[in-house]
């Protein structure tokens, strides 16, 4: 445990202590005064989901480690949660247990089979009240297949449609790239949460997605907007990660979320364990991290 409570730099660590002593007044880990986000009040009844899709067309930012983690910590506050691997490496469904080489019907199946039923497709995982909407390598021909047809952008958003109103939470986990298949997941989305990893070049190319995002918002989603930015993979002992962190504050303000993901070798131990580490290792701070966005999202609106 680093003790640095001037700058508060030390409150990824500290969040392992718990969430409710995580107080407002504090400064949090980008160097603003840290709210308190409330315990969520248990929900009465579910949905119409929010969609969230995680996007960044840079690759190894977290993108579906924060989809595993960020679902399962929703679903541990009582949401119901379906995770979307939209993403043809299959991370996400491998991240969740399953070998999607095995699998007859995936995502793709659905977008390309008009008779395959997306109730067929969603399987339970491990993880209660979180399910899993999987894909496999097949995914990454939709991107050419789907050029020709009609409404190619709103594909994703039609097969979703018969399940929206089973969960709270939808978070689809993009590919890392911005061609068809993040346009389609932008299409059906209500917000966009933007992972970023906190080394040198982070904000390279965030300018050209949030071009995309105002694209798509323009032309086929009036009302898609950012929910924020996540740094991840936070190193609160270095002076590059701090400054990293300041000069996206600096860039985004207020879209910045307070929460700050640490870097920790727990989440790629999570994943070969093909856990989220809300169980794989329930009290350790990085599973605190994501119950503290699963708050953060709700306190903000951006979640039920
Ligand atoms: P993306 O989906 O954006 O490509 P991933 O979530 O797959 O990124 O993360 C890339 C790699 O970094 C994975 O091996 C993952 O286990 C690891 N990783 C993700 N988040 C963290 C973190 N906070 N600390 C350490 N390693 C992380
Ligand atoms: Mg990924």
């Not at 794989?280 to 306190?299: F, N, P």
């Amino acid at each position: 445990m680093i003790n640095q409570t001037q700058d508060g730099l030390s409150v990824v660590l500290d969040l392992a202590e718990g969430l409710d002593g995580l107080t407002a007044g504090g400064i949090g880990a980008t160097g603003r005064p840290m709210p308190n986000f409330p315990q969520p009040p248990a929900l009465t009844s579910h949905g119409p989901a929010r969609i969230i899709a995680m996007c960044n067309q840079k690759g190894g930012v977290g993108k579906t480690t924060s989809t595993i983690n960020l679902g399962a910590a929703l679903a541990e506050y009582g949401r119901r949660v379906l995770l979307v691997d939209f993403d043809p490496q299959g991370a996400l469904s491998v991240g969740l247990g399953i070998n999607p080489h095995e699998l007859d019907k995936t995502v793709y199946s659905l977008l390309m089979d008009r008779s395959t039923n997306v109730r067929q497709v969603i399987r339970p995982t491990n993880v209660k009240d979180v399910e899993l909407l999987p894909a496999n390598i097949d995914l990454s021909a939709a991107e050419v297949q789907l050029v020709g047809e009609v409404a190619r952008e709103q594909v994703l958003s039609r097969v979703l449609r018969p399940v929206l109103d089973d969960y709270d939470v939808v978070l689809i986990d993009c590919q890392p790239s911005l061609g068809l298949l993040t346009v389609n997941a932008l299409t059906v989305a209500h917000g966009v949460v933007i992972p970023l990893e906190c080394e040198f070049f982070a904000l390279r190319g965030v300018a050209l997605l949030v071009e995309t995002i105002e694209k798509v918002k323009d032309r086929l989603n009036p009302g898609l907007e950012i929910d924020g930015i996540l740094a991840t993979m936070f190193d609160p002992r270095t002076l590059h990660s701090r400054e990293v962190v300041a000069r996206v504050v600096e860039a985004f303000g207020d879209q910045v979320f307070h929460t700050v993901i640490g870097r920790t070798v727990k989440f790629p131990d999570a994943s070969v364990a093909a856990e989220p580490i809300t169980t794989y290792a329930a009290s350790h701070a990085g599973a605190y991290a994501y119950r503290l966005l699963a708050r953060e999202l709700i306190a903000r609106g951006d979640a039920a």
